[in-house]
T-cell receptor, first 115, second 112 residues
Framework: GDSVTQMEGPVTLSEEAFLTINCTYTATGYPSLFWYVQYPGEGLQLLLKATKADDKGSNKGFEATYRKETTSFHLEKGSVQVSDSAVYFCALLSASGGGADGLTFGKGTHLIIQP | NAGVTQTPKFQVLKTGQSMTLQCAQDMNHEYMSWYRQDPGMGLRLIHYSVGAGITDQGEVPNGYNVSRSTTEDFPLRLLSAAPSQTSVYFC???????????FGPGTRLTVT
């Protein structure tokens, strides 16, 4: 079945550091890929998405590029802020079954930004 | 615009008790789903619905029932709570199965 693997944390960085959170996936066909963010005590919010190979999703200074050849969707940000502290989830939506069976999530990466 | 709302926010149950977690959305979304979030496990799909009157099982459906009598509401029922159902439950909705899913704030359930 489909699966998503992402680096587990916590990942601790200083403010203004460069961020990379790795995400790789296993799926048949061409899934859509997502990054969701969960701030403390809240539900998940969509951060960015890409629906086909070589697409780049971007939002709030975060970027991720859909790499079919390496089955990856790594999340990057050039300069992190304390307010970026949260749990980040990589997820895919399978192309088979029309996506009705929902998102497949990675286990989440807890990011801590220190001032 | 309230988006996706869930009640209650917190709940403690004893083993064997039953309860219903409520989920409602005001975006006229056809697709709704329930996930559970456990430490180190990410989110796993419990049940989903592609429209009123239509529901189906996800990855971890055992011990849970759902129904979808209206577009707005998608309650999740625990028939006989077990400690293994201690988790945080999230409801989500979207305008279609391939579109962005909007998540509610979650219900933290503890079964003792």
């Amino acid at each position: 079945g489909d699966s998503v693997t992402q680096m587990e944390g916590p990942v601790t960085l200083s403010e203004e550091a460069f961020l990379t959170i790795n995400c790789t996936y296993t799926a048949t066909g061409y899934p859509s890929l997502f990054w969701y963010v969960q701030y403390p005590g809240e539900g998940l919010q969509l951060l960015l998405k890409a629906t086909k190979a070589d697409d780049k999703g971007s939002n709030k200074g975060f970027e991720a590029t859909y790499r079919k050849e390496t089955t990856s969707f790594h999340l990057e940000k050039g300069s992190v802020q304390v307010s970026d502290s949260a749990v980040y989830f990589c997820a895919l939506l399978s192309a088979s079954g029309g996506g009705a069976d929902g998102l497949t999530f990675g286990k989440g990466t807890h990011l801590i930004i220190q001032p | 615009n309230a988006g996706v709302t869930q009640t209650p926010k917190f709940q403690v149950l004893k083993t064997g008790q039953s309860m219903t977690l409520q989920c409602a959305q005001d975006m006229n979304h056809e697709y709704m789903s329930w996930y559970r979030q456990d430490p180190g496990m990410g989110l796993r799909l419990i049940h989903y619905s592609v429209g009123a009157g239509i529901t189906d099982q996800g990855e971890v459906p055992n011990g849970y029932n759902v129904s979808r009598s209206t577009t707005e509401d998608f309650p999740l029922r625990l028939l006989s709570a077990a400690p293994s159902q201690t988790s945080v439950y999230f409801c989500a909705s979207s305008s279609g199965v391939i579109y962005e899913q909007y998540f509610g704030p979650g219900t933290r359930l503890t079964v003792t």
